[in-house]
């Protein structure tokens, strides 16, 4: 993979199939459209759909994706035909939810999950360890799934403090918040990649710098769903590596991306000079590649 060319660390290729809908009035109102869409997908749909969606990708300027993937393994092994037909590299980002979504999305055990991961493994897929989430999965999958991920030296990818809400389920099933439990649970390190993180608190942020994780931001869909302002500055003062993301794809353009990102900064800090134009061109396609655990320029 070229060093020049953009990385999407966190991709939902279904979810394009959104763009064209009244998606409702806030994100848990979008997330019902969402799992009805997910609902409806098969093999069938996922490989021909994704491979639409790769080549946009790629046609755009990426050259890898991180697909987090929920929709069961048949969908999963289609997704990996789709990216080898689009020519983009896929590092399937397969997802372990143990509660909540719907039936299709859970794995009746940890144990059941990593036997999915593995069988991916056992086909070349290129795969990540992804807990969906701490709404998704208990404290036990998290502390099996960080073991396992650091054991295998795999990337571990978990959406984290994209929602008020989920931060206050969090608080009060656990007494802590969604990082803290992450830190707490062995899955904070130096392959994990936190996506959103958008109302990460000091603690928090502090935590994820102690361990060497990165964040994904993925400014356009954040923007749609009304999700809030990633902390720019405060990112990286801790010297926390960021990456990008399509995710909802609601825009397929790394440029878009970037450009938001540095918008955000400008209009937190009332300052234009937050990142430099290397800057943004390194979160782009360097720091995307080391999320997924791949060589820039190979």
Not at 80 to 97: F, K, M
Not at 150 to 161: I, S, T
């Amino acid at each position: 993979m070229p060093v020049s060319s953009f990385v999407n660390a966190h991709c939902h290729a279904f979810q394009r199939g959104l763009g064209a809908r009244t998606e409702g009035a806030d994100f848990w109102a979008w997330r019902e459209t969402m799992l009805g869409l997910a609902a409806q997908q098969t093999p069938v749909t996922v490989r021909t759909t994704y491979a639409a969606v790769y080549a946009e990708l790629r046609d755009a300027g990426y050259a890898a994706v991180g697909e987090f993937h929920y929709l069961g393994l048949a969908e999963a092994q289609a997704a990996a035909e789709a990216a080898e037909e689009a020519g983009i590299e896929l590092v399937l980002l397969h997802v372990a939810y143990a509660r909540g979504g719907i039936d299709r999305f859970r794995q009746e055990s940890v144990a059941a999950y990593l036997r999915e991961l593995e069988e991916l493994r056992s086909e070349g897929v290129r795969v990540g360890v992804a807990p969906h989430s701490v709404r998704a999965c208990p404290r036990n999958w998290l502390e099996e799934l960080g073991r396992y991920a650091a054991e295998q030296k795999l990337p571990l990818h978990v959406h984290a403090d994209e929602q008020p809400r989920e931060i206050e389920e969090c608080l009060a099933e656990h007494g802590m918040r969604p990082i803290e439990l992450l830190d707490a649970c062995g899955c904070l390190g130096p392959r994990t990649t936190v996506v959103h993180a958008t109302h990460a608190d000091g603690n928090e942020l502090d935590l994820l710098a102690a361990a060497g994780a990165r964040i994904c931001a993925c400014p356009t869909t954040e923007a749609d769903l009304a999700d809030g302002f990633l902390p720019v500055e405060r990112i990286l003062h801790r010297g926390i590596e960021l990456c990008i993301g399509s995710d909802s794809n609601v825009r397929i353009d790394p440029r878009e991306e970037l450009r938001e990102l540095d918008w955000i900064a400008r209009r937190q800090s009332g300052r234009r000079d937050v990142f430099q134009p290397d800057d943004l061109l390194e979160i782009g396609s360097v720091n995307g590649a080391r999320a997924l655990d791949l060589e820039p320029g190979t």
